[in-house]
């Protein structure tokens, strides 16, 4: 049997499987074989620790790239402008759209990546917003592993700044938007424990390194 034959066996056992069944390393290990992708998202709403935990996987020789929609705020807030997500929610998605995607290619070589946020979570956004989603969003949001991390609301650690000034009830609704949209394009949504940040990189390291 070649090895596309197997994959094949495998994809045709693994789709008539319920999906409850399987563990999320299951579906890892299978997504994996099909895409090859080395560029994981981690997600989530504001305050779960997002940044903090890509911090930790630079400091352990991975590839991270910062979270584009806080540069971008942090840039309008320096010069006076109103693309962030609570005036102009329209404008600020389709920069970072660009910015996202510009990005997104930066991870040339075939070490993992980890980006603080993906393509997907611009839709997830939008659409809480009660915007129509520009079909060029869906464009690229194949580019990614299909594991994706979400980092829960946790009250515990949340802490607004002017950079993201939402409530933690905001970030509670934020990360089912989330969650429901990177669900319904197809991904596997692992969502991360609330545990410490070293325990954090460690579930992450032992679903990557399969």
């Given amino acids: 049997m070649t090895d596309g034959e197997t994959l094949e066996l ?40 997002k940044s903090s935990l890509l911090s930790a996987l630079i400091k352990q020789n991975y590839h991270g790239f910062e979270e584009i929609s806080r540069i971008i705020i942090r840039e309008q807030h320096e010069i006076g402008g109103d693309k962030v997500p609570w005036q102009n929610l ?71 700044d002017s950079e993201r000034p939402e409530s933690f009830e905001d970030a509670v609704e934020i990360n089912r938007f989330l969650k429901a949209t990177y669900s319904e394009l197809g991904f596997n949504v692992v969502e991360l424990p609330k545990v410490s940040i070293k325990k954090r990189v460690s579930f992450i390291e032992s679903i990557v390194r399969m």
Wanted: charged fraction near 20%.
């Fill in 10 to 49: 495998l994809f045709h056992l693994f789709t008539l499987s319920p999906f409850y069944s399987l563990t999320h390393l299951q579906i890892h290990s299978f997504t994996k074989m099909l895409t090859h992708s080395h560029r994981y998202i981690i997600t989530g709403g504001p305050g779960s620790g």
């Fill in 90 to 160: 329209a404008a600020f998605a389709d920069l970072c759209y660009e910015r996202m995607s510009v990005q997104l290619n930066n991870c040339k070589c075939n070490c993992t990546c980890f980006y603080d946020r993906g393509l997907p979570d611009i839709i997830a956004y939008v659409r809480r917003g009660g915007l129509e989603v520009p079909e060029k969003y869906f464009e690229k949001v194949k580019s990614y592993n299909k594991t994706v991390f979400l980092a829960p609301a946790w009250e515990e650690i949340f802490v607004n």
